[in-house]
């Protein structure tokens, strides 16, 4: 590779060349646009704010799913360029409402993409709508959309909880993100080919790793982020699939959960899908209720990790993760039980496992970057005998999803040790005492090999230092050795008058729509029990 081809792999792999606002009108017609909150009832009002230097645009509204169709369509309506602060991924844009749509009663619920289009240029936003309250919900099953993972990643204007223009030198991410700005270029609509961060193929002998999705989303002006999380990447693949089986499906955001639990109650079964890594105290509240009264609980996710405060009615999502034992004023103020670090931080004293058998403390990467890129990309399979591989032909030690490339690229995992031959939570697990591991794969939080070049790995130090500093209190390399070894599971305990089924790992849906017929069946066996 050229000094110029390595130059510009390292700014598609470390830059951040998130979308920033525009001070001044561009050449060419742009166009962008968000909504006020991320759900809406049967007969609210969507308010749109538009940010466009065409004279006009067009709005169209389109229930996505399995047969996507427009429900609400606008032209002609007058564009205005709009002043963007700075620092709007963290205090929002401030634009002001261009149009009030109003969520017609005959809207189902699902995911709606907020369309604008200005000449050629065209901008992709995302609302769900929520299923009525008088609805009966029996048979029905509810997907809660990964909303504050979609927030997390969300890059545009430049700052997100991974990357920015924050701190005291403008150079680090930012623990304050505001829902009031547009969603960035992938998180709502992807080209078919667009790939995903496990790998497809496995890496030529001695290869320094490499990042494809990243490298895709430089070239052809995507999100760095696309892959990481958003309804295309994740919850589309489940409504997708699921519609095609006949499930009749509800979808709320976590934010709904957040602040009105009492949404969940009465339905049979409730899935969690994809890259579902920000929880709040308040949701995790709602799911125990739940379970413990009966509830079931179908978890194809993975990377339950950090503990988030919503605010402002949930437009402004607090995380400080790595710096917030120094920097979030929860620990000076209190209650530590808040603080928006790890689950697993012994400030907090809620181990993620406690609520879905797993955390991502103990899992964390595989199948790509310089975690098990040559791995088997699947789930080995301990115990075939339980319910939940029923009709699948799956014997001790076969790969489940191995061929469509459904481990990773974020686990989920327990400390473990084998006895006989299966594996059982070790005594520092945290976990339910009826909890069953099923399958088990290796992870890691770390990238190290020896055909990797400081400096130029994606994942570097930073997960690996804190993970261990979590677990042991310290972060030199004898506590790093110790815990930098992670796994990917899938477990079933029950808990109260409750079930709970979790398979962790943030693509098993893709596994879904890539055909698996037994990744298909494990999931049908899952809902289909849940749900009669």
């Known amino acids: 590779m050229s000094e110029r081809d390595e130059a510009w792999v390292r700014e598609a792999v470390l830059g951040n060349y998130a979308e920033r606002p525009l001070h001044a009108p561009p050449l060419g017609l742009r166009i962008w646009s968000y909504s006020d909150r991320l759900s809406y009832a049967p007969g609210e009002l969507v308010r749109v704010s538009v940010c466009t230097n065409a004279k006009s645009y067009a709005l169209e509204v389109i229930h996505d799913g ?15 360029w709009r002043e963007t602060p700075d620092d709007c991924s963290v205090t929002g844009c401030g634009w002001p409402v261009s149009i009030e749509i109003p969520v017609s009663q005959d809207w189902a619920s699902g995911g709606y993409i907020l369309r604008t289009r200005a000449g050629g240029d065209v901008h992709d936003h995302m609302f769900l709508v929520r299923p009525a309250r008088v609805r009966d919900k029996r048979g029905r099953l509810l997907l809660i959309a990964a909303t504050a993972t979609w927030t997390a990643y969300n890059d545009w204007g430049g700052s997100n909880h991974y990357q920015g223009y924050c701190g005291p030198k403008g150079d680090r991410f930012s623990p304050t993100l505001s829902l009031l700005r547009p969603l960035a270029k992938g998180f709502v609509s992807l080209p078919a080919d ?144 808040r603080v928006t670090e790890s689950w697993e931080a012994h400030e907090i004293g809620r181990p993620g496992a406690a609520t879905f058998g797993l955390n991502a403390t103990h899992g964390l990467y595989a ?79 770390v990238e190290e090999g020896a055909t990797i070049r400081p400096g130029r790995s994606f994942l570097g130090t930073e997960d690996g230092e804190y993970v261990a500093s979590v677990l042991t209190g310290r972060m030199d390399a004898e506590a790093i050795e110790q815990t930098k070894r992670g796994c990917g599971m899938i477990v079933n305990f029950s ?22 017929a037994m990744v298909q069946q494990v999931t049908k066996n899952v809902l289909n029990r849940y749900l009669a």
């Open 194 to 337: 667009a790939p995903r961060a496990v790998l497809l193929d496995d890496p030529p002998i001695n290869s320094e790793p490499r990042y494809p999705h990243m490298e895709w989303a430089f070239a052809n002006g995507y999100s760095k982020k696309y892959m990481s999380s958003g309804w295309a990447s994740f919850e589309r693949h489940f409504v997708t699939w699921a519609e095609a089986q006949g499930y009749a499906l509800d979808i709320i955001s976590q934010t709904d959960l957040h602040y009105h639990p009492d949404l969940i109650e009465g339905y049979g079964c409730v899935a969690l899908v994809g890259h579902d890594e920000y929880w709040s105290w308040e949701m995790r509240d709602a799911i125990d209720a739940y379970v413990r009264q009966g509830g079931r609980i179908a978890r194809f996710a993975g990377n339950f990790m950090w503990q988030i405060r919503l605010s402002d009615e949930g437009r402004t999502q607090t995380c400080y993760k790595y710096i917030a034992r120094a920097e979030d004023p929860f620990m000076a103020s209190g209650p530590r039980n």
């Open 495 to 516: 808990s109260g008058r409750g079930e709970i089924f979790h398979a962790g790992s943030s693509d098993w849906i893709i596994g879904l729509t890539r055909n698996d």
């Open 367 to 445: 199948s790509w970057s310089g975690c098990s890129p040559r791995g088997a990309k699947g789930f080995p399979v301990y115990r075939p005998e339980h319910w939940a591989f029923e009709n699948t032909g799956l014997y001790y030690g076969d790969i489940l999803g191995g061929a469509s490339r459904i481990f990773g690229y974020e686990v989920d995992g327990l400390p473990y040790e084998i006895r006989g031959g299966l594996p059982y939570p070790a005594d520092t697990a945290q976990a339910p005492e009826n909890i069953q591991i099923l399958a088990l794969g290796l992870a890691a939080t």
């Open 66 to 80: 399995l047969t996507p169709h427009t429900v609400f369509a606008r032209d002609g309506l007058p564009g205005h």
